[in-house]
């Protein structure tokens, strides 16, 4: 993918307020602190504002993560590894066994009866979107929502002293998923892909963002740079804050994990894909 701030973009991402900066600034920050809701919001419309080419979309996570640069890291499961890159060997597995996952997961889409099953069977940025929103097996897809309460509300299930928020500015949507060759994006935006059955999507207004084009194998990746498949690059800015204050202002109170995760009772989508793990031997 492109690196977001060749030139340069509003953002937050230290102790100062909206400044000009460029993406390396914004990853090697420390985050801009932030006390309540309403303030990270405030902040966000700003950015919205002064960054009207991009369309932002928001990561929650209870630690800012790290490459061996000291820069954020925003990778896909598939592609992360304990120090380091995981190996040819680790990334033949994942890709593998996400193979395995995706035929399963037709099988037993079929066997449910769930509407969209040829559009499923068609488009493989789909199946690898169910397979990583509801966390089967790892894919080269990141899990971001367009809602920051949703966000900030992940970020705080970690019980963390600190939690981090990301904006990430992306190409404009349009449909279902959005493929942006000059960006090296696609954006799957979950709700239009998945049945309405299946509450989880729906709930946490979540999009899914890979590469494009697809990194479809060990094959492919090849062609790629280890630091290319991290959307750190697509960072417009950094906040933290102190979950145990942060949600104080009982107008904006944090989602609860209940709610974020719908048991599988009231999600079928998540009981197959429960199925699908099994099989998998997860």
């Not at 790290?66 to 597995?93: M, Y």
């Not at 000059?182 to 892909?193: D, K, T």
């Not at 062609?223 to 417009?236: H, I, K, Q």
Request: some cysteine.
């Amino acid at each position: 993918m492109e690196t977001i701030g060749s030139q340069k973009i509003w953002s937050f991402f230290d102790r100062r307020g909206c400044q000009v900066a460029k993406n390396a600034a914004v990853r090697e920050g420390p985050g801009h602190r932030v006390g309540s809701y309403l303030e990270l919001a405030t902040k966000i419309a700003e950015l919205q504002f002064l960054n009207r080419d991009h369309v932002l979309l928001f990561r929650g996570q209870g630690a800012d993560y790290r490459n061996i640069k000291r820069n954020s890291s925003l990778k896909p499961t598939l592609f992360r590894g304990g120090r380091g890159n995981p190996d040819q060997a680790t990334l033949a597995g994942r890709f593998d066994a996400l193979q395995r996952a995706e035929r399963i997961l037709i099988a037993e889409y079929a066997r449910e009866k769930l509407l969209g099953l040829e559009r499923l069977k068609r488009h493989r940025i789909l199946r690898w979107s169910i397979l990583q929103h509801y966390e089967v097996c790892t894919t080269p897809l990141l899990d971001v929502t367009h809602s920051i309460r949703i966000a900030a509300s992940f970020a705080s299930l970690a019980k963390t002293g600190t939690a981090f928020l990301y904006v990430l500015g992306v190409p404009n949507l349009s449909g279902a998923i959005t493929a942006s060759a000059e960006a090296g994006l696609q954006i799957v935006r979950l709700a239009s892909v998945c049945p309405p059955s299946a509450v989880r999507p729906h709930i946490q207004e979540g999009y899914l963002l890979g590469e494009y084009p697809e990194m479809s194998g060990t094959e492919q990746k090849e062609n790629y740079f280890p630091y290319e498949m991290d959307f750190g690059r697509r960072l417009v800015a950094k906040f933290s804050f102190a979950p145990a204050t942060f949600w104080k202002n009982d107008n904006f109170p944090q989602v609860a994990k209940s709610a974020l995760y719908p048991s599988e009772k009231s999600d079928p989508l998540f009981r197959l894909a429960l199925g699908v793990k099994r099989q998998l031997g997860g």
